[in-house]
């Protein structure tokens, strides 16, 4: 069985004839570069926060003064003891599932279940824009699409 692939290109005159197009990328690419800088300063704002975080908490276990309540600008901070659940990745499931089985006794399913779980997991399909080989500088579209 043969398969042939068509490409279709539109050419940059034709892409800017519509005043909205080059517009729409312009801030696409605007937007998409900003999300990425504010994605990454997240992270290392994040990282230092949960430094200075440690340093509290270390320096308050230290003193043995655990259930301080340090009052600043109006409002307290205080540690916590936080409950946080494990991600419940189909591996995990896998994990649980097996140990249930043999826990209980009997027949072990598991294979069987994860099989049905993947064969039926489902997804959703979506169409999005992917930017490549563009690094820093202008935002203006100048390749042909």
């Keep these: 069985m043969l398969f042939y692939v068509v490409k279709l290109t539109i050419s940059f005159i034709e ?3 519509d005043p909205g197009i080059g517009t729409y ?4 690419l605007h937007y998409s570069n900003l999300a990425s800088s504010f994605f990454k300063q997240f992270g290392a704002a994040r990282k230092i926060r949960d430094d200075y975080e440690n340093n509290i908490i270390t320096t308050l276990r230290q003193r043995n003064i ?5 009052q600043i600008n109006g409002g307290q901070i205080r540690i916590i003891t936080k409950r946080e659940p494990n991600q419940l990745s189909l ?6 599932i097996s140990g249930y089985y043999k826990q209980r006794g009997g027949k072990d399913e598991t294979k069987d279940i994860m099989l049905f779980i ?3 997991r489902g997804y959703s399909i979506a169409k999005s824009l992917k930017q490549s080989g563009m690094v820093g500088g202008s935002t203006e579209p100048k390749a042909i699409l």
């Excluded at 990328?25 to 696409?28: A, F, I, N, P, S």
């Excluded at 655990?66 to 340090?70: K, L, P, Q, R």
């Excluded at 591996?91 to 649980?96: G, I, K, P, Q």
């Design 118 to 120: 993947r064969a039926n």
């Design 15 to 17: 892409i800017m004839s």
């Design 25 to 28: 990328v312009r801030h696409w």
């Design 91 to 96: 591996t995990r499931m896998e994990e649980l």
């Design 66 to 70: 655990e259930n301080a309540i340090i």
